[in-house]
C-alpha cells in the first residue's frame, strides 16, 4: 500500500496520495528494521509424561536461535478426554510471557496424543512470519486411578511362604489354632504355663501359618459398552474395568500377594505373577494400553492356565461366551474365581427408549445375560457388582469357610 501510493504520487503529482500512504510507510520501515537473522528452533517440552486421572501437567513452548520474535501464536487441537487451559487451546502472547503454557489435564486412562499443534511467529510490527509450522506429537502416559478399595477378607487357599493371610495348616503364625501336649521339637516359648501347672503336663499353644497367595486378575477388554464421560463424568463399563482392576492389583500387592493378569481383548496382553511396587508399576502401565476389540469376538474356548491355589477374578460385563465359559470351568476345577460385574447401570434412554429398535435389542440382550449369570451362580461362581470397597469380602469369606469342610470323594 504504501509503495503503490508513493508510486502515485510521484507519477500523478499529487500530495494528496502521499499524505494518504504515510501511515502504511511508517509500520512497513519498522517491520522491516526488524528482520530476523536466523531461523529460530522450536521444542515442546511438557512438564509429565506420566500422570494419572486427574492431574495436570504444562506444555511448554521453547523458542531459540533468534532474539527478534515478538509474537508467538499456538494452536493446539482438541484430544479426547484432555482437558486444555485455555479451553480453545488458542494462544497469542508475546514472546516470553508466561502465558505461552499451555495446561494439560487428562481426564481419561490411556496413551492421549499431545503436542501435534501449530505454532506461528511473527517479528515486531508483524513484518516477517515464521510458519505455521507443525510440532511432533508426544504421549502421555495417564495410569487410572484406582478406585476405592480395601478388604479384609483372608485368601480361600494361600499357598505360598509368607504373607498375610490365614492358612489351614499349623505352622508359625499370630493366629490361635490350639493347645496340644509337648512333643520334641516344640519352642520353649510356646509353653502354655498355665494350663501346663493346671494339668501337670507341659501343654504348648498351636497357631497358624500366615502365607501369601497368587491372585490372577482378568480384564475382559472385548467391547467398551456406555460412553465415558471421563474421571468427572460417566463412567463406561471398560473405565469400571480399568479402575477396579487397578485398585485389585494395589491392594493385593501391599498385602504382599503374587498378582498376575490377563487381558481378554487386543494384543491378549498377559503379566506374569510377581510382587512389589515395580511390579504393580508394570501392570498399571499395562492397564494403559487396554483399548476396546471393535473387529471380532475370540473363539469360544478361552485357557487361562491357572493352577489350585489361586484366586481368579474376572472383571467383566459378562456379555461374551468365551469370559463366562472360561469362569465356568475354572469353578468347576475347584479354583476360587469370583465375577465382578462391571456394566454399571445403563439407561434406555441413551437408546432411544424402551420401544426403540436399540432398545428393545439391548433388552433382549440383558435377558440372555440374565440366564448366563443364573447358569453361571449354579455352578457355585459368585458373582458382584463392583462397588468399591468390600465388595468381595462377603464372597472370599464363604469360599474360605468350604475349603474348610471336609469333602467326600469316590475311589
Known amino acids: 500500500m504504501a509503495a503503490a501510493g508513493l508510486v502515485g504520487a510521484a507519477l500523478a503529482g499529487s500530495p ?71 479451553a480453545s487451546g488458542a494462544v497469542s502472547v508475546l514472546a516470553g510471557a508466561d502465558a505461552s503454557v499451555v495446561a494439560l489435564g487428562p481426564r481419561r486412562w490411556g496413551r492421549p496424543t499431545v503436542g501435534d499443534e501449530q505454532v506461528a ?33 483372608e485368601a480361600p487357599q494361600p499357598d505360598g511362604l509368607v504373607g498375610a493371610h490365614r492358612s489351614r495348616r499349623v505352622g508359625s503364625g499370630t493366629e490361635f489354632a490350639g493347645i496340644r501336649s509337648f512333643a520334641p521339637g516344640d519352642r520353649l516359648r510356646r509353653i502354655s504355663w498355665p494350663v501346663s501347672l493346671r494339668t501337670r503336663e507341659l501343654q504348648v499353644v498351636t497357631t497358624r501359618a500366615e502365607q501369601d497367595t497368587s491372585v490372577l486378575i482378568v480384564v475382559d477388554a472385548l467391547r467398551d459398552i456406555g460412553i465415558s464421560g471421563g474421571i468427572d463424568g460417566r463412567a463406561s463399563s471398560l473405565d469400571l474395568t480399568v479402575r477396579a482392576a487397578s485398585a485389585l492389583a494395589d491392594h493385593h500387592v501391599r498385602r504382599g500377594d503374587r498378582v498376575g ?15 512389589g511396587p515395580r511390579h504393580l508399576h508394570r501392570i498399571t502401565g499395562t492397564l494403559t494400553r487396554v483399548v476396546a476389540e471393535t473387529a471380532s469376538v475370540p473363539d469360544q474356548t478361552l485357557e487361562l492356565g491357572v493352577t489350585g491355589g489361586s484366586v481368579v477374578y474376572v472383571l467383566s460385563t459378562m456379555l461374551h461366551a468365551p469370559i463366562v465359559n472360561a469362569a465356568a470351568l475354572l469353578s468347576a476345577r475347584g479354583v476360587p474365581v469370583v465375577v465382578i460385574d462391571t456394566l454399571g447401570e445403563r439407561s434406555l434412554d441413551e437408546l432411544g427408549g424402551r420401544v426403540s429398535p436399540a432398545g428393545l435389542a439391548w433388552r433382549m440382550r440383558m435377558l440372555e445375560r440374565s440366564a448366563l449369570l443364573q447358569q453361571l451362580a449354579a455352578l457355585g461362581c459368585p458373582i458382584v457388582p463392583w462397588r468399591g470397597r468390600g465388595t468381595v469380602d462377603e464372597v472370599l469369606r464363604q469360599q474360605s469357610r468350604r475349603g474348610q469342610v471336609p469333602q467326600v470323594r469316590v475311589r
Open 16 to 86: 494528496v496520495l502521499l499524505v494518504l500512504a504515510a501511515p502504511f510507510l511508517v509500520p512497513a520501515l519498522l517491520g522491516l528494521l526488524g528482520r530476523p537473522t536466523s531461523d529460530p528452533r522450536l521444542a515442546l517440552e511438557l512438564g509429565g509424561i506420566r500422570l494419572h486421572e486427574g492431574q495436570g501437567t504444562t506444555a511448554t513452548l521453547q523458542v531459540t536461535g533468534t532474539d527478534r520474535v515478538e509474537q508467538v501464536t499456538r494452536v493446539l487441537p482438541r484430544v479426547a478426554h484432555v482437558a486444555t487451559r485455555p
Open 121 to 153: 511467529l511473527t517479528s515486531a510490527w508483524a513484518g516477517y512470519r515464521h510458519g505455521p509450522v507443525r510440532l511432533s506429537p508426544q504421549v502421555l502416559t495417564v495410569w487410572p486411578q484406582a478406585a476405592p478399595y480395601d478388604s479384609t477378607a
Open 261 to 275: 493378569m490377563r487381558v481378554v481383548g487386543p494384543g491378549d496382553a498377559r503379566v506374569p505373577f510377581g510382587s
